[in-house]
C-alpha cells in the first residue's frame, strides 16, 4: 500500500468489536478536524469532521471525541467489519496565508480480523 | 466516489522531463487543493486554489507549480523531475475554504525511472 514506508501504529480487532483509533495533534489554534479513510489504491474518504467547539458527533457507526485540552481526537468504530480495514488518519486545518491547509497524522492501519 | 477526478491514474517518466497531472473538482466546489503522498513523508500539502486564485502554499518546490482555470478545473506541473518525486499526488476539492471537508481523488501515481 501507499504507507509501506512508514511506520504505521496497526491496530487488530475481531469482527463486531468497537474500534477506538487516537490522533494527538499539535496546533491549539486549530478550530476544524476531519478523519479520513484510505483503502489501498484509492484517495482518503472523508468520514467524519468536527468544529472545535464541540467535543463529540455522532455519524453512522463512528464518532469523533475531540479533548482540547489535551490535544486529542479519537475515532470510535462501532461493530467493526471487514470493510471498515483501512488506514486513517486524521487532519487538522490550519489556516496559512488567505487559504487554508490540511495537516495530516502518521495514520493507523485497522485489521479487521474474521 | 467523491466526484473528484484525476488524470491519468499511473504516469511513468524518466529523470529530466515535466508532467502535467490534472484535477477536475467537484460540481460546485470552488477551492481545489494538491497533496503529495510519498512513502516516507505521508500527505503532506502543496498549494490550495480557491475561485482561480492560489490562497495558500506548503512546501512546494520551485520546480512545481499548478493553476486553476475559468472552469475550475487545475493542473498540477512537475518539471525537471527527480527520482524523489515519485509519489502519489492527490487533489481534493471543496466548496468553500473555511471549515468544510476536502473531498479527494483516487490521486496519480507518478514514478520516476
Known amino acids: 500500500g501507499e504507507n509501506v514506508g512508514l511506520h504505521l501504529p496497526t491496530l487488530s480487532v475481531q469482527e463486531g468489536d468497537n474500534s477506538i483509533i487516537n490522533c494527538a495533534y499539535s496546533?491549539?489554534?486549530?478550530?476544524?478536524f476531519i478523519w479520513y479513510k484510505q483503502e489501498s489504491g484509492k484517495g482518503p474518504q472523508f468520514i467524519i469532521d468536527?468544529?472545535?467547539?464541540?467535543d463529540k458527533r455522532q455519524g453512522q457507526r463512528v464518532t469523533v471525541l475531540l479533548n482540547k485540552t489535551v490535544k486529542h481526537l479519537s475515532l470510535q468504530i462501532a461493530a467493526t467489519q471487514p470493510g471498515d480495514s483501512a488506514v486513517y488518519f486524521c487532519?487538522?486545518?490550519?489556516?496559512?496565508?488567505?487559504?487554508?491547509?490540511?495537516?495530516f497524522g502518521t495514520g493507523t492501519q485497522l485489521k479487521v480480523e474474521l | 466516489d467523491s466526484g473528484v477526478t484525476q488524470t491519468p491514474k499511473h504516469l511513468i517518466t524518466a529523470t529530466g522531463q515535466r508532467v502535467t497531472l490534472r484535477c477536475s473538482p467537484r460540481?460546485?466546489?470552488?477551492?481545489v487543493y494538491w497533496y503529495q503522498q510519498s512513502l516516507d513523508q505521508g500527505l503532506q500539502f502543496l498549494i490550495q486554489?480557491?475561485?482561480?486564485?492560489?490562497?495558500a502554499k506548503g512546501n512546494i518546490l520551485e520546480r512545481f507549480s499548478a493553476q486553476q482555470f475559468p472552469d475550475l478545473h487545475s493542473e498540477l506541473n512537475l518539471s525537471s523531475l527527480e527520482l524523489g518525486d515519485s509519489a502519489l499526488y492527490f487533489c481534493?476539492?471543496?466548496?468553500?475554504?473555511?471549515?468544510?471537508?476536502?473531498?479527494f481523488g483516487d490521486g496519480t501515481r507518478l514514478s520516476i525511472l
Open positions: 468536527i468544529r472545535s467547539n464541540m
Open positions: 496546533n491549539s489554534a486549530s478550530d476544524y
Open positions: 460540481s460546485g466546489d470552488l477551492s
Open positions: 481534493a476539492s471543496s466548496e468553500g475554504y473555511s471549515n468544510q471537508p476536502q473531498h
Open positions: 487532519a487538522e486545518k490550519e489556516v496559512t496565508g488567505g487559504g487554508n491547509k490540511l495537516t
Open positions: 486554489y480557491y475561485n482561480g486564485e492560489e490562497r
